[in-house]
């Protein structure tokens, strides 16, 4: 069963089965707020099987029931849901909800909310090829994470940043972002450490430094083969790290 009051730091995702376990021992009436938490954590769940109508269904039934923290939580992951099913234009209105409710929590909590979600929207504006706009989103989300020392979201933030600059050849800036990022990160261990070096190696390869790169690659292959040998491209790599769907395994215990 899980722990009421489990901290994300603790906090292992549980299977469906055990989720909806502990739902059938939970009333809503009696016990809204662990009800609405169990209820999130389903639909996260849901969506990872790629049950998106599923997911929409939990998520549009225990908004109601949750205090604004957890509605913030909500929207966030009803709108990568939306992504995920190709509702984008929803997504971007769930991604607004959170704006308008963030305003009602203390302001630790709205600044780490706000950074996800302006984070999430600039995942959005990427994949809609409008890099200026996504390009400011992910400098907000940087900004946000850093009024609270979130060095993960700075970094993931930078690297976004980077990943643009990059793809626009506006290399000295890149590499600036790339330091940031890499300072951040480092300290979390081999999949974050790929992380960079795949940022790296992009920024090397278009800066001419070829040798450099695959130099670089080979020893993040040995370290981690996250995404095969010759299965990508350098940009294809740099894309496939940062892709919203596996970084959104890393946010996940918290927005739950």
Known sequence: MLQTGTTAKNFVFPDLATVESDLSATSMEDNPSEWARLMNIKGVILTSLDRYTDAEEVFNRVVPSADNV??????????????????????????????????????????????????????LFYRSKNDKTALTEFKKSEFFFEAEADLSGVGLSCMEIARIHVNNKNLPTAWNYLKKSENCLLRFGPDESLGVSVCKAVALFHSGREEEAQALLKKAYAACNEFGLAKYVLSEMLDAYLDIRNRSIQFQTKLV
């Open 70 to 123: 957890l509605k913030c939580k909500i929207f966030i992951n009803y709108s990568r849901n939306c992504l995920f099913a190709g509702k984008r234009d929803i997504a971007l209105q769930l991604i607004n909800r959170v704006f308008e409710t963030v305003k009602d929590c203390r302001r630790a909590q709205a600044n780490t909310l706000t950074g996800f979600a302006h984070m999430l929207r600039g995942q």
